[in-house]
C-alpha cells in the first residue's frame, strides 16, 4: 500500500512516534524534542523513553487496537529496534507514514535474508550456510569443512548482544548446537580472521540525500559492544569504501532514517578488505559518540530524515572514544561525571543487572588533522 | 531555615524540579534526563518544558497548596527565570532544597539591591541613583547633570528584555518616564560609552568549585538578544578579569548552579575596563552556544550543580555563533536545517509572535588557535 502522506517536511509541533521505549527511543525522543517536535513513545513496557515523551502508551506490538489509537494521535512513526514486528509495521502503515519502512525489518530480522540481499548487492559478507531445518545440517557442514576454520551458528532471528549465538570447531558439532539453539531457522557463518570491526552509521533523508558520519573503530566483550574509537585508524581508501558499502546498501533498501552496517575489516591486501557483520535498520550504540563529537548526532538525523526534513551536518569536531557503561559499571558515574573531557548519559533505568546497557560516556579530545 | 538535607550529590532517577515551564525550562529538563534524572516542571501555564517533562503541573506561584503537592514529589528545585516570587521559594525550602536559593533571587529581583550588591563587592558597574519615589527625583536629576551623558531610566523590578526601560537626555525628562514606567521603584543609570556587551556564564557547585564558559561577544537590537560570538576578540587579560569578577559574585552570593553575569566592554584604557550591566541567577540566553561547542553546556552544568555533582567541563572544542530566532524569524528553519556546521534549537511554541524567543541556532566552525 503506497505511503499516504507528501513528502513536505513535518513542521515543528508534529508528533513523533516511536516504538520502543529503551535507550534509544529516549534519546530519539530527546533529538526531536530538540527540533521542537513533540513526541508519544509506544513500548511494550514503561521503559527509560516514557521519563522524556511528551506522552506514552504502554501495548503490546501485535495488539492493533492499542496501535492504531497510537497511530491517530501522530504524524510518523519510527521505532528504536529491529524485531519490531512487521505486521506491525504493516498495519501503522496503513494510515501512517512509517519509516524506515517495513521492507527494511523484514530483511533485518531475518539473517538469511539479510547475507542474501546484501550478497546481491555485490557486497562482501562471510561466506555462510543457510539451515532452516535439520534436512539442512549436511550442506552446511560440508561448506563448514571447505572454509578450514572455525564457523558461528546464529539463530537466524532475534538475535542481539552476542545471544542465540554457537562456536562451531568441527562440523560434528554443528546438530547438536543447532538443537541447542532450538531446531530454529540458523545460519552457519565462517569466522573470518579480521583485523578488526568497524561500523558505517549512514543517514538517507526522504529524497534520497545520504551522509555518513566518521567510522568507529569497535571492540566487543562477551559480545557486547564495549568502546567505540574515532577516527578509528583505517586507511582512508578503506574508509570510502567502507561508506560507499554502507550507502549502496541504505540506497537499495530505499531507506529512510539512521542504518547501521557492521562489517569486518580484514586488512588491505585481503581479497575483499571489507565484509559486511549485519546491519540495523536504526540508530545504533556504536553511534553514541556522533552525539557530542558531531553538530548533528545519529539521532538527531534519523529524525531529521524519518520527518522529511534536509540532513543534518555528520562533519565531526573532536575525536572521541565511546565507552558503555554496563550493569555495575554505571555505579563510577559520581567519578566518570568530574572527569574532564567526558560526556556522561545515564539512561536512568531502575535497575543495573549484568550485561544491562546503563548509559555510556563519550570522551573527546581535540581533533588531530 | 537551614537547608533539610546533606550535601551528597542526588543520584541517577532523583527528580529535579523546576519553576517555569519555558524554552529554558525545556532545555534544563532535557539536560537533566540526559544524566538520567527524572524531571518534574511546574509552570503557570503549559509551555514548552512540559512537552519533554517526565511530570508537569500547572499552578500559581503564589498558590502555597500547589506549591507543596509539587515539593513532595521532587527532590530538589530550581528555577528557569529570576521573577519566581521570593515567598515561592522561601515557602518551598522549608520542605525541599531550593538552589540557586532565595538570597540570590532577592539580590537579582531588584536592579538597586544589585547594584549595590555588585559596587560593595569592589566591582565597578555603571554609576546610579535609585528612584523609589517622587522624592528621589530631584538627587537623580543631579547625578544626571554630573554625568554629562544620556541615561537609561529603568523599572527595579520586573524588566526584561529591554522592557520597563526609557531613555533619558536629560534631567528634566526624567519626572514624565518616571510617570510613563508607573510611578515605581526605578534607577537611573548613565550610558556609558561602552566597546561591546559581554558576559559571563559562571556555574558554582554546591561545594564551592567554579567554572567559566569562554566569553561571548552579545550584540542586541531592540533589546533583545541577538546573536552571541565566541570567541569574543576581547584581550586576554580583560577575559580573565571578567571571569574573576563573575566568580567573586558568584561566591559572595554562596550561589549553587549557573549564573550569568552581563557586563560592557569600555576598552583597555578605561578606568574601569569591565562595568558589570546585571545578574541573572539563571541559564543564560547568551550561553545558549554551549550546548553545541562545549563538552558540558550551561543546562547540564546547572543540573549538575542543583544536583550537587561534579562540574562539567567548560572547555570549548569549537568557534560559534548564536543566533537567536525570535518572532518570524522561525519560519527559516527549513533553510536552517539544511546549513552545513549548523545546530537548530527549536522550542516547539505554538504561535511565533513579534520579539518571541523561538529557537536559536548555533552555528559551529573549527576552533581557531
Redesign the interface.
Known amino acids: 500500500m503506497p505511503e499516504p502522506t507528501t513528502k513536505s ?1 513535518l513542521p ?2 508534529s508528533v513523533i512516534g516511536i516504538l520502543g521505549s529503551g535507550q534509544l527511543g ?1 534519546m530519539l525522543a ?1 533529538a526531536a ?7 508519544h513513545v509506544y513500548g511494550d513496557d514503561a521503559g527509560p523513553a ?3 515523551a ?1 506522552s506514552h502508551s504502554v501495548g503490546s506490538f501485535t495488539s492493533f487496537g492499542r496501535l492504531d489509537e497510537f497511530a491517530r494521535g501522530v504524524d510518523v512513526v519510527t521505532y528504536e529496534f529491529e524485531n519490531v514486528p512487521v505486521v506491525a509495521a504493516e498495519h501503522l502503515a496503513l494510515s501512517v507514514p512509517v519509516r524506515p519502512g517495513a521492507r527494511a525489518l523484514a530483511v533485518s530480522q531475518d539473517r538469511i535474508a539479510e547475507k542474501t540481499f546484501i550478497r546481491d548487492l555485490g557486497i562482501a559478507v562471510a561466506p555462510f550456510a543457510p539451515i532452516t531445518g535439520p534436512a539442512d545440517l549436511i550442506s552446511a557442514a560440508t561448506a563448514h569443512s571447505t572454509w578450514g576454520t572455525r564457523a558461528i551458528l546464529k539463530t537466524a532471528r532475534l538475535g542481539y548482544d552476542g545471544k542465540g549465538q554457537s562456536s562451531i570447531a568441527m562440523p560434528s558439532d554443528l546438530a547438536s548446537a543447532f538443537r541447542i539453539l532450538g531446531n530454529v531457522s540458523c545460519v552457519l557463518e565462517q569466522r573470518l580472521e579480521f583485523r578488526c570491526e568497524v561500523s558505517v552509521i549512514v543517514v538517507r533523508g526522504i529524497d534520497g540525500e545520504t551522509a555518513t558520519y566518521d567510522i568507529p573503530l569497535n571492540e566487543h566483550e562477551g559480545g557486547i559492544l564495549r568502546r567505540s574509537t574515532v577516527p578509528s585508524g583505517l586507511p582512508p581508501a578503506v574508509e570510502q569504501q567502507a561508506r560507499a558499502m554502507a550507502t549502496r546498501i541504505a540506497t537499495a533498501l530505499d531507506y529512510v532514517g539512521v542504518l547501521a552496517v557492521e562489517m569486518f575489516y580484514l586488512g588491505e591486501t585481503a581479497p575483499e578488505p571489507l565484509v559486511v557483520n549485519e546491519i540495523a535498520p536504526r540508530v545504533h550504540n556504536s553511534g553514541h559518540w556522533t552525539m ?1 563529537a558531531c ?2 548526532g545519529q539521532f538527531e538525523n534519523h529524525i ?1 530524515a524519518v520527518a522529511g ?5 555528520t ?1 565531526r ?2 575525536d572521541a572514544v565511546m565507552q558503555n557503561l554496563i550493569g555495575h559499571d ?1 555505579d563510577a ?2 567519578t566518570l ?2 572527569t ?9 533505568k ?1 535497575e543495573a543487572r549484568d550485561g544491562r546497557k546503563m ?1 555510556h560516556v563519550n570522551h ?1 579530545s ?2 588531530c588533522p
Do not use: E, I, N
Not at 309 to 313: H, K, M, Q, S
Open positions: 517536511p515543528p509541533r529516549k530527546q524534542s530538540r527540533l521542537g517536535f513533540r513526541t516514557f521519563d522524556v511528551t557530542d553538530a548533528v531529521r526534513w534536509p540532513l543534518g551536518d562533519a569536531h573532536s554505571v558515574w559520581p561525571a568530574g574532564p573531557g567526558t560526556c556522561l548519559h545515564l539512561y536512568g531502575r548509559g573527546l581535540p581533533r
